[in-house]
């Protein structure tokens, strides 16, 4: 009964197949940046700024997940509509806008604020060591699998 009440849990069943949808930008973050018009130099650095707004967004939806009780599914659905923006800006910027359109791919980094909200979810509403142990290798197993397909 233990190894099964995790599979028929909606709430892990929904984390699981959450992940690989949302990994798909930073497997191909390179051909991304480079196909809005970069140099091959200038992709390895811009990549850099990335790096620095998931930074920001990780720990703006941590500090405010902390201090606002009972929202971390309100800032998972902030950090999706800011994705989503970042994606129409991408497809409805002009061409020749390389910078704004690059500002949208560091909008759609915010998806990755959602992983450590994820764990955090299931540490607090999953019940019972194991019932978390196999619902977080669930999750883990969800984003290896989108890293390695």
Wanted: proline share 3%.
């Amino acid at each position: 009964m233990t190894i099964i009440s995790p599979f028929s849990n909606d709430d892990s069943c929904v984390s699981k197949g959450r992940k690989p949808a949302t990994d798909l930008p930073s497997q191909f973050q390179s051909i991304i940046i480079e196909g809005f018009g970069f140099t091959k130099l200038d992709t390895l650095l811009v990549q850099m700024l990335g790096g620095v707004f998931q930074i920001i967004f990780v720990a703006l939806s941590a500090i405010g997940s902390t201090y606002i009780k009972n929202s971390r599914t309100y800032w998972m659905a902030l950090m999706s509509a800011f994705s989503l923006a970042g994606a129409a800006m991408i497809r409805d910027m002009p061409k020749e806008n390389i910078w704004g359109r690059f500002m949208g791919y560091c909008l759609i980094i915010a998806f990755s604020a959602n992983f450590p909200l994820t764990f955090a979810m299931v540490t607090a509403n999953t019940a019972g060591f194991t019932k978390k142990s196999v619902v977080v290798s669930m999750v883990c197993q969800a984003l290896g699998r989108s890293r390695h397909n």
